[in-house]
């Protein structure tokens, strides 16, 4: 089942400058999409979300980008810090036909900030 | 801040055991879930509870596994007889409905020898 797909499994990038983590989604039913970040040995973390009526929400130094034509979207951090390093989660919900909550997982991406 | 919390936050079974997982989730919270990650796979959606009782499951879900919510605070999964492939941290997560952000707990890891 990869109806949430995260194809880079790693990315690295310098103190300060911006991470971009992508996610890739194919279930068109899909309305409700929010960014986890999970340390080692914690659960996840909600981040970020975002409705399918919008296309950008900013919270902050992390912005979510939505093309639902691309079925894509993307998590800014700008700028990003140490404290940064992570797995980031893409999760996606479908509440047109269910309100129970349940949320599909990417794979996730290791997110590395080099000071 | 509120949290959702988790016990134990380790436990080792030998195939064929019983195991319970407790959960106490964020108190003005409605909704109850339970998903796991097998190392180095994706977070699984197992289970999801309102009004005491199961508004939905994944097919993961099978007759092995139960879920219960005691009393006004606590919420459990069981596992019947655990197999081999049942290792995997198990997360719990609450939500104030059936829309929005969940909030998880720190997992339970269990592990099935």
């Known amino acids: 089942d990869q109806q949430v797909k995260q194809n880079s499994p790693s990315l690295s990038v310098q103190e300060g400058r911006i991470s971009i983590l992508n996610c890739d989604y194919t279930?068109?039913?899909?309305?409700?999409f929010l960014w986890y970040k999970k340390y080692p040995a914690e659960g996840p973390t909600f981040l970020i979300s975002?409705?399918?009526?919008?296309d950008k929400n900013e919270d902050g130094r992390f912005t979510v980008f939505l093309n639902k034509s691309a079925k894509h979207l993307s998590l800014h951090i700008v700028p990003s810090q140490p404290g940064d390093s992570a797995v980031y989660f893409c999760?996606?919900?479908?509440?047109?036909?269910?309100?129970?909550?349940?949320?599909?997982f990417g794979q996730g991406t290791t997110l590395q900030v080099k000071p | 801040e509120p949290e959702v919390t988790q016990t134990p936050s380790h436990q080792v079974t030998q195939m064929g055991q019983e195991v319970i997982l407790r959960c106490v989730p964020i108190?003005?919270?409605?909704?109850f879930y339970w998903y796991r990650q097998i190392l180095g796979q994706k977070v699984e959606f197992l289970v999801s509870?309102?009004?005491?009782?199961?508004?939905?499951k994944s097919e993961i879900f099978d007759d092995q596994f139960s879920v219960e919510r005691p009393d006004g605070s606590n919420f459990t999964l069981k596992i019947r007889s655990t197999k081999l492939e049942d290792s995997a941290m198990y997360f719990c997560?609450?939500?104030?409905?059936?829309?929005?952000?969940?909030?998880f707990g720190e997992g339970s890891r269990l592990t099935v020898l």
């Open positions: 997560a609450s939500s104030e409905r059936g829309t929005g952000e969940l909030f």
């Open positions: 999760a996606a919900s479908d509440h047109g036909s269910s309100n129970t909550g349940k949320l599909i």
């Open positions: 108190s003005n919270h409605l909704y």
């Open positions: 509870f309102y009004n005491n009782e199961i508004s939905e």
């Open positions: 279930n068109s039913m899909f309305d409700y």
């Open positions: 975002i409705s399918s009526i919008k």
